[in-house]
């Protein structure tokens, strides 16, 4: 089944949105301008060669963008399969992929491999225990510097990995799988310091923190709590008690940097009881937000709270992306589950544009102990991976998924429960985040968006959610996957086809281009077995491919 390629132009909307540098009270709405982070001391950019794919969006920035030109329009139609790393096991596997030295990562909750990216003959591996307690079986990938990879565990911890020989160099705890907690994001490193969060916010009691470690030996720089007790923002929450704890701000994927400025973006995701608005009323900062903080403190800065009182289960899941576009503006784009690519403009303290990228359905009725249907559910939306920026076309891409969800509440607020179980306010224990509409019902989008004004260029309907990563590259091309296993590459300035290539296998995790031996290859990470997905495959791999 071929899908749709569809050109349309959507008008530009602006929303009132939560946005300040002093969170608001509880009992007030504050829309007000805030004032622009200060600066702190410029540190080094960190050089990024440009064969190389150091993170899991490449650049600090987030913008997924390949400056290599040898595959382009007009000749990567004759991209061929190079070869495959079969790593062995299977699994959840999201793994965004790492080039970098000579060397491609990949990761899965226990283990990370080391292959040669133009052979795929493996080099080491570095294998931990898997947790005592059954959690989110993902794992995102790790960050690169100074001859280190950095990734999470989900025993809680962050380790560092010698690139050469892959001995682990020290491991860190901060996080409790007892309580609920895990660790599928992918850290980001530079100025010596390497940053990660943990996930489990929609478990009783978990509340999202962001951390930051000093690469040498990983001792804890600070902390940040993105639901605090105490302290700014603390009074968005009606007080904290055990029958209802507050719950919520995880960090699902990865971060974004301004090395320059020494700032660190992070996405925070929903507020739980995820559905159950009365249980939480106010702002519940700094939830489905995009929190700005000092790097080298961890001090506040600014929040950008994009889907005020959400009840939908609708996390900002996704590291943004920092772009210039061609009109000269200097913009910060998420893409959410709320199934919206979200353009702020922090120097007019404003959200000058939100473009739908799925089907968005009935996301103002509130929920009731009745069935309400709503799009995108849960599933929906922009899940792991971002938007891609290509600066020369000025055009944001954006994979999304159409999956509608129904819900319902229990009669009364979530009662006392067990600390780090589901939180939701759903009343079906057995579907605690509600009610997927049936496999044939769902499909998938690519949207081509112009930077500046939130127009759109182009739209590609699949027939799978789009949950791959996207990359856009300097020889003209995008490229990604689906979750019927194809590899499809695009022409990003007007969405035709131009090659695509069928790996059997469902694909949800990282798709890169790079050099090895002066030459570009592409690499996919294919295999993702998931009980959201209703997909199966056999063991992940690593695919790559190059021209003859």
């Known amino acids: 089944m071929r ?16 946005i300040g540098c002093a969170p608001p009270s509880n009992t007030s709405s504050n829309n007000s301008a805030a004032a622009s982070p200060t600066a702190s001391p410029a540190v080094s950019q960190p050089a990024v060669a440009d064969g190389d794919w150091p993170g899991y969006n490449r650049t600090l920035d987030g913008q997924r963008y390949s400056p290599l030109n040898q595959i382009t329009t007009e000749n990567v139609a004759s991209l061929r399969k190079v070869c495959e790393a079969d790593l062995g096991e299977g699994g959840n596997y999201q793994s965004g992929i790492v080039v970098v030295n000579n060397t491609l990562i990949a990761t899965t909750e226990t283990t990370t491999y080391a292959y040669d990216p133009a052979t795929c003959v493996l080099k080491w591996t570095h294998k931990i225990e ?206 959410g589950k709320d199934g919206i690519l979200h353009a702020v403009d922090p120097a007019q303290k404003r959200e000058i544009y939100k473009t739908p990228v799925t089907t968005i359905e009935n996301a103002d009725v509130p929920f009731s102990e009745k069935d309400v249907h709503f799009c995108p559910g849960v599933q929906g939306g922009v899940e792991w991976n971002g938007p891609a920026f290509h600066p020369q076309q000025n055009l944001i891409f954006v994979n999304s998924i159409d999956a509608c969800y129904t819900i319902n509440l229990m009669a009364q607020s979530p009662p006392p429960g067990k600390p780090g179980a589901p939180y939701t306010g759903e009343a079906d224990a057995d579907e605690p985040f509600g009610r997927v509409d049936p496999k044939e019902k769902w499909k998938g989008w690519i949207t081509a968006v112009n930077a500046d004004d939130g127009t759109v260029k182009w739209k590609y309907q699949s027939p799978t959610p789009m949950i791959a990563a996207i990359t856009a590259t300097a020889g003209g091309f995008v490229i990604t996957g689906d979750l019927n296993g194809n590899v499809i590459a695009f022409n990003g300035m007007d969405g035709r086809e131009l090659w695509r290539n069928n790996l059997g296998s469902p694909i949800g995790g990282g798709v890169i281009t790079y050099l090895a031996n002066n030459k570009q290859y592409v690499a996919v990470a294919a295999g993702i077995t998931s009980m959201s997905w209703k997909t199966k495959a056999g063991n992940a791999k690593v695919v790559v491919y190059g021209l003859p």
Do not use: C
């Open 130 to 335: 898997k947790p005592a307690k059954e959690g989110l079986r993902v794992n995102r990938g790790v960050a690169f510097l100074d001859g280190k990879f950095f990734r999470g565990l989900n025993t809680g911890e962050i380790a560092a990995i010698n690139a050469a020989d892959g001995k682990e160099l020290w491991r860190t705890k901060f996080a409790d799988p007892e309580k609920g907690e895990s660790v599928p994001a992918a850290p980001i490193a530079f100025n010596g310091m390497v940053y990660i969060g943990q996930a489990g916010g929609d478990n009783r009691g978990v509340r999202g923190r962001m951390h930051a470690f000093n690469a040498a030996d990983g001792k804890e720089v600070w902390r940040f709590e993105l639901v605090p007790l105490e302290g700014p923002g603390a009074d968005t929450w009606p007080p904290n008690d055990p029958a209802n704890p507050r719950t919520g701000g995880a960090t699902w994927t990865s971060y974004t940097a301004d090395a320059v400025n020494a700032l660190l973006y992070v996405p925070a995701g929903n507020a739980a009881p995820d559905f159950d608005i009365k249980a939480r009323p106010g702002l519940n900062l700094y939830t489905n937000s995009i929190v700005i903080l000092d790097a080298k403190t961890g001090a506040f800065k600014e929040y950008y709270q994009l889907t005020p009182n959400d009840f939908h289960d609708w996390d900002v899941a996704a590291p943004p992306a920092l772009i210039r576009t061609a009109g000269g503006k200097n913009l910060i784009v998420a893409g």
């Open 3 to 18: 899908a749709k390629l569809i050109f349309v132009v959507l008008t530009v909307t602006t929303a009132v949105f939560m």
